[in-house]
Nanobody, 127 residues
Framework: QVQLVESGGGLVQAGGSLRLSCAAS????????VGWFRQAPGKERDFVAA????????FYADSVKGRFTISRDNAMNTVYLQMNSLKPEDTAVYYC????????????????????WGQGTQVTVSS
């Protein structure tokens, strides 16, 4: 059973930065693609970013492209989401999720494709 723990959320002013971390248990983390999603109150869970199991392929939602960067350190079983130029509309609970990937360059972009989820970390951006 894989467990995921997010951290790094908090309160930040608009224009500021945060770095979220997602730490995974287990010894096969390098076989999993990872995604970040977010959910604002009263809204659906939205895709933010994804990264392939080897880190060579990434994909971003249009709303965060150019501001957020997803990366991973397989030796540390950790994925990061660097968030810069934050806006009030980025306020949400951020979740990481992982799913076994058949190849090194594969990633997933929809929530239904992921089997394992973290508990979420709150990000609040004040105006």
């Amino acid at each position: 059973q894989v467990q995921l723990v997010e951290s790094g959320g908090g309160l930040v002013q608009a224009g500021g930065s945060l770095r979220l971390s997602c730490a995974a248990s287990g010894r096969t983390f390098s076989r999993y693609a990872v995604g970040w999603f977010r959910q604002a109150p009263g809204k659906e869970r939205d895709f933010v970013a994804a990264i392939s199991r080897n880190g060579g392929s990434t994909f971003y939602a249009d709303s965060v492209k150019g501001r957020f960067t997803i990366s991973r350190d397989n030796a540390m079983n950790t994925v990061y989401l660097q968030m810069n130029s934050l806006k009030p509309e980025d306020t949400a609970v951020y979740y990481c999720a992982i799913q076994f990937a058949p190849s090194g360059s594969y990633y997933y972009r929809t929530a239904t494709e992921y089997d394992y989820w973290g508990q979420g970390t709150q990000v609040t951006v004040s105006s």
